[in-house]
């Protein structure tokens, strides 16, 4: 009997990917619950504006995640629309194949889940994986019952995008929040108003 690939969807607007995206990352790999991680930056979210462009944050992700149990997947760059969580599960089943698929959020996004683009259908396709953010304690009560979810226990590090873009324009250093390559990237293209 051959095993099932059990693939998770990472995804986020990664505006900039810090290390608490990939101390999550790294953590996800380790647990052995996943055959592969998907890191999926987003195109144009429609629900969070971005600052960076999605080829800057794109860009980003790819100089941070070099491990070969990760893929980074461009389809939501690619696609000249909005960034809808159904539309990237659809591209990855249709470029991995059969398989159990995933979708990893923070606490603070599941009691929105319910506003997700065709979220029904969504929940059929996926199960939600829940990192508790700091600050954000999952209230079971405002799930849907037709979502299916289970929370996933990381720890997750209090390190904010929207944090280190404050520092940035602070002109603070932000050395501790990112890998060296995101912030020679950040200073070469000078993002976020970085000198």
């Excluded at 259908?121 to 990192?131: D, G, P, R, W, Y």
Aim: glycine share 6%.
């Amino acid at each position: 009997m051959t095993e099932i690939n059990r693939y998770a969807i990472f995804g986020g607007s990664f505006d900039p990917i810090h290390r608490g995206h990939l101390f999550l990352i790294s953590s996800i790999e380790k647990s052995s619950l996943f055959t592969k991680l998907i890191v999926v930056p987003a195109g144009q979210p429609w629900q969070r504006p971005t600052i960076a462009s999605a080829q800057d944050r794109l860009a980003m992700v790819q100089a941070s995640v070099s491990s070969a149990g990760v893929i980074v997947s461009d389809c939501e760059v690619r696609r000249n629309a909005p960034s809808y969580a159904i539309d990237t599960v659809r591209e990855l089943q249709n470029d991995f194949g059969p398989g159990s698929y995933s979708w990893i959020i923070g606490s603070d996004a599941l009691s929105g889940l319910e506003s997700w683009h065709e979220i029904r259908e969504l929940a059929t396709l996926v199960e939600f994986f829940v990192i508790v953010r700091p600050g954000y304690r999952i209230d079971a009560s405002s799930i849907p019952s037709f979502i299916r979810w289970r929370e996933l226990e990381i720890g997750a590090l209090d390190i904010s995008a929207t944090e280190i873009r404050r520092a940035l324009q602070e002109n603070r250093d932000i050395s501790t929040m990112v890998d060296e390559p995101v912030l020679r990237y950040i200073r070469e293209k000078r993002l976020y108003g970085a000198a």
